[in-house]
């Protein structure tokens, strides 16, 4: 079926366009460690896991890059100044999500438009759902102006089929994408899975999506960071990031709270205390990645974050509780292991003993959707750079 789908895609003409203009926050983020943890996150669109797939489209696509999130400029100068528009999509159609802006600017310029990583934004079993005026709008431009878009899987594809949309090809995460080595499962992962089973873990990584998830669960995982001296890594939630950052105005009622949340019991002083040994926020990806590859391991409900610990040559087991982390997991055939499964008293090696991985599926998986991106990419005049034809061209 996906190599159907790469046969349509192919396209002929050699890449000439090297002026792509970004959809996207700036990935200059020198001076945001002096800023305030409410500007941070508005920076990266309140979670900083955002970071993974715009660093990773915009570290692969060859050409002189602008940011939307930086520019000034008016429509009418991005039209002149550069030739093609990029947007690195996320789960941006969802119930609550209207992507009216997006409409708007697509239908100002005259550029061509390329999207990649586009998802849907749903519960475990819910199939559709109403939709914000903005986002049907924007629907009936993707449909006008005939744009081929890069989905996260087959979920997205078939609920944006059912809106009329068939220019859709599963790309899944450009994340996916940002280690070089074309074999980074047979080489490197398929070893590091292997010696979880034989080998003392010594360090866990927790990336959680917590406040949504149930407390006597997340105080399970928390317990792993507590038994293997790991962290949790932060991407959301501005009063996490106040304590964790050393904000002067603490909210010692709401530190209470999160302590009774994340360790069971309400004290402010115990929770800044274990947040401060335990915390970590990365707003540079290579830095985040280079601290990853040190760990024994990686778990938790948020995929970028464990996405990011992969690419490392970390493994990483993402426990889906909603349809974009499940959709991901599937499409790039990361182990996981249901949220609903998480119960007190579960231990690590039952996790592992559940989960499967096999290095030369996922090499081989991942070249086949490496080949969908770089023809989306091609069809809209742009290239991909080197080490992204080789995962291409590997498998």
């Not at 079926?1 to 926050?25: C, D, G, I, N, Y």
């Not at 939709?131 to 944006?160: A, C, H, N, Q, W």
């Not at 090809?169 to 070893?191: E, R």
């Not at 055939?333 to 989960?355: A, E, N, R």
Request: glycine share 8%.
């Amino acid at each position: 079926m996906l190599e159907a789908a790469e046969s349509k895609l192919k396209v002929a003409q050699k890449p000439t366009k090297h002026r792509p203009f970004f959809v996207s926050f700036d990935l200059n983020v020198n001076g945001l460690q002096f800023s305030s943890t409410e500007n941070l996150l508005s920076h990266f669109g309140q979670n900083v896991g955002n970071l993974a797939f715009v660093y990773a489209m915009s570290e692969q696509i060859v050409g002189e890059k602008k940011y939307f999130g930086s520019s000034t400029k008016q429509i009418a100068d991005i039209n002149k100044e550069h030739d093609v528009l990029v947007f690195p999509a996320a789960n941006n159609v969802g119930e609550k999500s209207d992507l009216g802006w997006l409409a708007t600017i697509i239908e100002k310029t005259n550029l061509p438009i390329l999207i990649v990583g586009l998802g849907v934004q749903a519960n475990l079993g819910q199939v559709d759902f109403p939709l914000m005026p903005g986002t049907l709008r924007f629907f009936d431009v993707v449909k006008e102006r005939s744009i081929s878009l890069g989905v996260r899987g087959k979920f997205t594809k078939e609920f944006l089929s059912r809106h009329g949309i068939s220019t859709t090809h599963i790309t899944g995460c450009p994340s996916n994408f940002i280690n070089p080595n074309p074999h980074l499962g047979k080489l490197i992962l398929d070893k590091r899975y292997a010696d979880l089973s034989e080998k003392k873990i010594a360090s866990v990584a927790l990336n959680l999506e917590y406040f949504r998830l149930e407390s006597e669960k997340v105080r399970v995982l928390t317990d792993w960071v507590n038994d293997f001296s790991g962290a949790l890594i932060l991407q959301s939630d501005e009063s996490v990031f106040s304590l964790v950052r050393g904000d002067f105005q603490k909210d010692l009622k709401m530190a209470s709270w999160i302590g009774k949340y994340f360790l069971g019991k309400e004290d402010a002083a115990d929770t800044e205390a274990w947040l401060a040994r335990y915390g970590r926020i990365y707003i540079h990806v290579p830095s985040w990645m280079d601290y990853l590859r040190g760990l024994s391991l990686s778990v938790g409900s948020r995929f970028h974050g464990n996405m990011l610990a992969v690419q490392a040559g970390t493994p990483g087991i993402v426990f889906p509780h909603d349809s974009r982390t499940l959709e991901m997991c599937e499409t790039m055939m990361l182990p996981h292991f249901p949220w609903d499964d998480i119960q007190p008293g579960i231990s690590i090696q039952q996790v592992l003993k559940k989960t499967h991985f096999s290095g030369a599926a996922f090499d081989q998986n991942r070249s086949r959707l490496a080949r969908v991106y770089r023809d989306l990419v091609y069809r809209v005049g742009l290239d991909v750079i080197p080490a992204v034809h080789e995962i291409c061209d590997a498998n």
